[in-house]
């Protein structure tokens, strides 16, 4: 069943029920100001920092679901019709049956329609480029045929910035709420008197006739958003908040005549001031508004709010221009060319932050998160990528080791989680190198980075890469295999935990001192990371001259030789006979084996081991994949591991602590299926590797979105095993590394348009089906319009160049100046 349909012409997801089974989100903003909003209008929004930055109040895990949002009220203010047409135009908060409704997701804005007693009202939510605020265009039309005299309410809550002290420390909190209203716009000013140089404002493009910033006078004590006493009389209360719970509500009385449409415009926003000019008068305690009035002012005009929309919609026809692919299915056209792009946006820009199943206060910018991010994310805003991975390689430590988080904010590792993540600092490796396949950005290398932000300890960005690799070596098990730490990818496979105690983090608990559990997947990950600084040093050598480097660059064949040394180890101590083993645990016991009952085979080792391409000359990897068919494939994915563990086991940690078919006990956990597509393309099977791509692809399991429940355009991190009573259930939608691994899946590895340091490699493996594809494609500066057809059913190529035939899948970098360079390409 559906609830809605894709709009592929308009790039947005058309919701067309209010119910749907969970609410189904999109992101405002792509800069410094964020918002979350949900196909009702719920969510917030927030500065920079989902945690430390939060400028309105949500309340996770609620009943009724999505409390909290940016609220429209409208009403009629005849006294006598207004009880029974009083109505929220999205629906949420009142709940009003409305006589039509329709959300329509688009690139970084929302818009909800909806019509109830002849009143048409379109809602169109956006941050425009380049600034700190959110707009709320509000559309009325009078479609009745008599004038209609109505009221409209705003409501939002705000939120007392830090979102954790803001939900636990009531005792202070309680006291500390501030606003001022000033010419009919609400400034929520807590702690601004203090240490903050930061306020929110609320303002409204029409004359008031009245406001409330204090939430019991306009709610009433009693009551919830759907029943707003305020709004129930018809007018408001002009409270001002002393403390408890500012809020930003306005009211305004629109007279329509027949026929009659109206523009109503809400902007929330965001402003700093100097700290040495907060207030005016200076001695005062009164904000300065001088800077924020002439912002406030430009977007209360309908013009200029157009002129940003449109300014937004180039924007990402410009984003998604850079790759465009035309193939026999829609599904693949859609994800790759609208919504897997846009989510990979989403995935670089929160990171595992902000989500409506990540609460903003819990976790900041992952370190291996925000490395593999990046790998999709990369050719959207390359300047962008590059400014991440600085950031990012920042945070890393001496050792080479990683702070497993940092904060957006302040960009500083999180002390709380710590590191010891022992796979974390591989992953900068994958993501510096895609970076200069795909920009030719060699210079990055060069860059000055301090280690844990440390001054003084700046190093060139190749130094920090060495050290990723030395990091592994320098913690080798009684097997040589690296030593898995507190955790590898997988954060619940704690083998050095031991925590029987209720409450304990596993991510931060550690009782042994791990010298001896090792991880088979952290050992196929370092293959392919020294594979390639391997290339890295081989390009580099030919390419410049050796005084050029700020670094000393050791031969490729130094990198071959630790990723040969490894692979020897993993084929002596981490081959099964039928796939790769998982890990060795605390007491030197092989986990992911024919030797144990539960855990027997993991998703994770066949995918980065064949990935490395361990095994694919000799059929050990084909026998790895197959494997993982036989054992690991469902109709709905591929799951993490089986048999699913039955119990808690104490030297197991969090993987067994989920009950069977959840999350990483036996889940499909969608970010590793990508792998063993990739794999499988490795191998020469189009057809088993799209398979796998359509199964978890959102477009595809629309149909079943009663039973999938999540947003149908975006990869989720979960969908419930074959273990579990739920199965094809899906959970914690956008925030997951799915969506930049399928997006490298589908086009790197099945369109197989992969960038590499001579030019853009042409070597698709697509299904026997598909008698051809065309992809547009930028690179570094150039488009590319490849052309494929299907001559044979196997997966050589031929490649002509702008007429010309070119031996080899590269295609050579055309000369400088070429806007164009025109690809025909035929499979044999
Ligand atoms: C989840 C993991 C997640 C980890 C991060 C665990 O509870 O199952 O998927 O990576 O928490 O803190
Ligand atoms: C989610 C985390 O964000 C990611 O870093 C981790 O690899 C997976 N869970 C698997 O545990």
Known sequence: MRYGHFDDQTREYVIETPETPLPWINYLGSESYFGLISNTAGGYSFYKDARLRRLTRYRYNNAPLDTGGRYIYLRDNDPVLASARTWSPTWMPTRTPLDFYECRHGMGYTTIRSRMAGIESQTRYFVPLGENLEIWELTLTNQRDQPADLSVFSAIEFNLWDAMDDATNFQRNYSIGQVEVVEDVIYHKTEYRERRDHFAYFACSEKLTGFDTQRDAFLGSYRGWDSPKVVEAGHSEDSIAHGWQPIGSHHVKVQLKVGEQKKIIFILGYHENPKDAKFDPPESQTINKRTVLPVISKYLNCDEVEKSFQALRVLWEGLLEKFQVSTPDVHTNR?????????????????????????????????????????????????????????????????????????????????????????????????????????????????????????????????????????????????????????????????????????????????????????????????????????????????????????????????????????????????????????????????????????????????????????????????????????????????????????????????????????????????????????????????????????????????????????????????????????????NSWLSGTAAWNYVAITQWILGIRPTYDGLRVAPVIPSAWKNFEVARMYRGVRYVVQVERKGLGNEVQLEVNGKPVKGNIIPMPAENTKEVRVRVTIT
């Open 335 to 731: 994800m790759v060319n609208i919504w897997n792009a846009y989510q990979t946006m989403i995935t670089f820009n929160m990171s595992r932050s902000a989500s409506y199943f990540e609460s903003g206060i819990g976790r900041g910018m992952g370190f291996r998160d925000s490395t593999q991010d990046l790998l999709g994310f990369l050719h959207l805003i390359p300047e962008r990528a590059r400014e991440r991975i600085l950031d990012v390689a920042a945070t890393q430590l001496e050792t080479g080791g990683a702070y497993h988080q940092y904060q957006p904010l302040t960009k500083r590792g999180n002390n709380d989680v710590g590191s010891g993540f022992n796979d974390d600092p591989l992953w900068l490796v994958l993501a510096v190198t895609a970076y200069v396949r795909e920009t030719g950005d060699w210079g990055i290398l060069d860059e000055q980075v301090v280690y844990d932000n440390q001054p003084g300890s700046e190093k060139p960005l190749y130094d920090h890469l060495q050290r990723s690799l030395q990091y592994t070596l320098d913690r080798l098990g009684p097997h040589e295999l690296p030593l898995i730490g507190r955790a590898d990818w997988n954060d619940c496979l704690n083998l050095n935990c031991f925590s029987d105690t209720p409450g304990q983090s596993f991510q931060t608990t550690t009782n042994k001192e791990g010298k001896v559990a090792e991880s088979v997947f952290i050992a196929g990950l370092f293959v392919l990371a020294a594979k390639e600084m391997a290339e890295l040093s081989e390009k580099l050598e030919a390419k410049d001259k050796k005084q050029d480097r700020t670094y000393l660059l050791p031969p490729s064949e130094f990198y071959m030789g630790k990723a040969a040394k490894m692979e020897s180890i993993i084929w002596q101590h981490g081959w099964d006979g039928d796939w790769f083993r998982r890990a060795y645990d605390d007491f030197s016991h092989v986990l992911g084996s024919k030797e144990n009952d539960e855990g027997r085979i993991f998703i994770e080792p066949q995918g980065i081991c064949v990935m490395a391409d361990l095994g694919i000359e000799d059929g050990r990897a084909e026998k790895a994949l197959n494997s993982v068919d036989e054992h690991l494939a469902t109709p709905h994915g591929i799951v993490l591991q089986q048999p699913a563990f039955s119990k808690y086991y104490l030297h197991l940690g969090e993987i067994s602590s989920y009950p069977p078919g959840y999350k990483e006990n036996a889940s499909i956990f969608c970010h590793t299926n990508p792998w063993i597509m990739i794999a499988e393309t490795k191998l020469g099977h189009g057809d088993k590797a799209h398979d796998y791509y359509s199964r978890i692809n959102p477009s595809v399991r629309e149909k079943i979105s009663d039973l999938h429940r999540c947003e149908p355009y975006v990869y989720v991190q979960t969908i419930a095993g074959r273990d579990a009573a739920t199965h094809g259930e899906a959970k």
